[in-house]
């Protein structure tokens, strides 16, 4: 069965700094993998996602995340933070059967 | 709207009481999910509709948990005899054909907060 793990229940990091949150991903066969983003009260909206081909895939708002298929990651990058970013960002992987989230980590932006 | 619709947003009710929480998905998507999100976790798969059957309903907790979509587009799931531990944001999704296959996505809703006292 598949499984997200996403290192760091909580990241700070400073206005214009990078932003690198991780997504590690258990899967026996390759997996189609997703990132989501959570503001307060709402839902939650795709920020990029990846199925096959290139492995580096550029999303919304300036973020971008590598498939890594060796080292089963696919974290998320942004070069420059903005205060705009603070929310929840959720990994998720599916391989044809469901879709399943990892716990989640809450990026704050600090002026 | 354009967009998924979940109501109520909030919801109390008294432990042992039933709820129902109702989800309009976007016009024309054929395939809706209901997650649910207890505080600090991530979405928790409950159930799949497909047109109007529940073609996965492996997430459902257990028999107090039921969903029905009757005519293949709104989406109830009702909770008989809630109890505290039920408490979380129920959220609801759709997409134009089964998300799992990778070429669309799933749009949410903003979510049902239920809060069992």
């Known amino acids: 069965a598949q499984s997200v793990t996403q290192l760091g229940s909580h990241v700070s990091v400073s206005e214009g700094a990078l932003v690198l949150l991780r997504c590690n991903y258990s899967?026996?066969?390759?997996?189609?993998l997703f990132w989501y983003v959570q503001y307060p009260n709402q839902g939650l909206q795709l920020l990029l996602k990846?199925?096959?081909?290139?492995?580096l895939v550029k999303g919304i708002n300036g973020f971008e995340a590598e498939f890594k298929k060796s080292e089963t990651s696919f974290h998320l990058t942004k070069p420059s933070a903005h205060m705009s970013d603070a929310a929840e960002y959720f990994c998720?992987?599916?391989?044809?059967?469901?879709?399943?989230f990892g716990p989640g980590t809450s990026l704050s932006v600090i002026p | 709207g354009a967009g998924v619709s979940q109501t109520p947003s909030n919801k109390v009710t008294e432990k042992g009481k039933y709820v129902e929480l109702r989800c309009d998905p976007i016009?024309?998507?054929?395939?809706l999910y209901w997650y649910r999100q207890s505080l600090g976790q991530g979405p928790e798969f409950l159930i799949y509709?497909?047109?109007?059957?529940?073609?996965?309903d492996s997430g459902l907790p257990n028999d107090r948990f039921f969903a029905v979509r009757p005519e293949g587009s709104v989406s109830t799931l009702k909770i008989q005899r809630t109890e505290r531990g039920d408490s979380a944001v129920y959220l609801c999704?759709?997409?134009?054909?089964?998300?799992?296959?990778?070429?669309?996505?799933?749009?949410f809703g903003q979510g049902t907060r239920l809060t069992v006292v």
């Open positions: 509709f497909q047109g109007t059957g529940a073609a996965d």
């Open positions: 899967s026996s066969v390759p997996p189609y």
């Open positions: 016009s024309g998507h054929t395939a």
């Open positions: 990846y199925t096959t081909g290139a492995t």
């Open positions: 998720a992987v599916t391989t044809y059967d469901k879709v399943i």
């Open positions: 999704a759709s997409s134009p054909t089964r998300w799992e296959e990778g070429a669309t996505e799933a749009f």
